[in-house]
């Protein structure tokens, strides 16, 4: 069995240093929607039914994807806090 892998993002804002831990479930998570968008709006070919049904290097980058778009919206939130 494979062990789980464990993303963490460094955000850096006002000089604090927030160290975001997603593991792989909920990084999963975040690309199923991010698909589910992207089959709603037509940005990716409807001939695969999951994001999972990419190659490994498909589904690395899209992975990767995924967690610039959690990083981006928790660096939000840490800007407009206090």
Known sequence: ?????LVTSRLEERQETFVV???ERGLERAADELWKT??????WPKRWASWRDLD????????AIADRIVVAYLRR????AG
């Not at 069995?1 to 892998?5: D, F, H, I, V, Y």
């Not at 992207?38 to 940005?43: A, F, T, V």
């Not at 939130?77 to 407009?80: I, L, V």
């Open 38 to 43: 992207g089959i709603h709006h037509g940005w």
């Open 21 to 23: 831990k997603l593991d």
């Open 77 to 80: 939130d840490a800007n407009s």
């Open 1 to 5: 069995m494979e062990t789980p892998r």
């Open 56 to 63: 490994p290097i498909g589904k690395e980058e899209f992975l």
